[in-house]
């Protein structure tokens, strides 16, 4: 159920298009970024915002990233002990990033 504060801000926004005022501003007609994780709360998604914009990348993204490579790794990699040793070391941040390690 919308609030007067969500019909005032949309109200407000639909004048600003029908004025023109949103016109020609930085980043007009690029797609956006949407890299944020999608399965992270929209808070964290903010906080994290905040983090990237000031410089810091928070350690679970980093795990995330390491953990995407890893997975592709793990496939281009035929089995063997290398390939079982990544498995290791994937489940081993699996089990940093869940909060348990």
Do not use: C
Not at 21 to 42: F, H, I, W
Not at 69 to 80: F, N, S, V
């Amino acid at each position: 159920m919308a609030t007067i504060f969500d019909i005032l801000a949309e109200r407000r926004i639909a004048d600003a298009v029908e004025q023109g005022d949103l016109d020609n501003l930085p980043g007009s007609g690029r797609p956006l970024d949407l890299d944020d994780d999608l399965l992270v709360s929209s808070e964290q998604r903010m906080v994290n915002r905040v983090l990237k914009n000031a410089g810091f990348t928070p350690r679970e993204i980093l795990l995330r990233k390491e953990i995407s490579a890893l997975r592709q790794e793990i496939e281009a990699t035929p089995p063997g002990e290398r390939r079982d040793a990544l498995r290791r070391e994937l489940m081993l941040l699996l089990v940093q990033v869940s909060g348990k390690g």
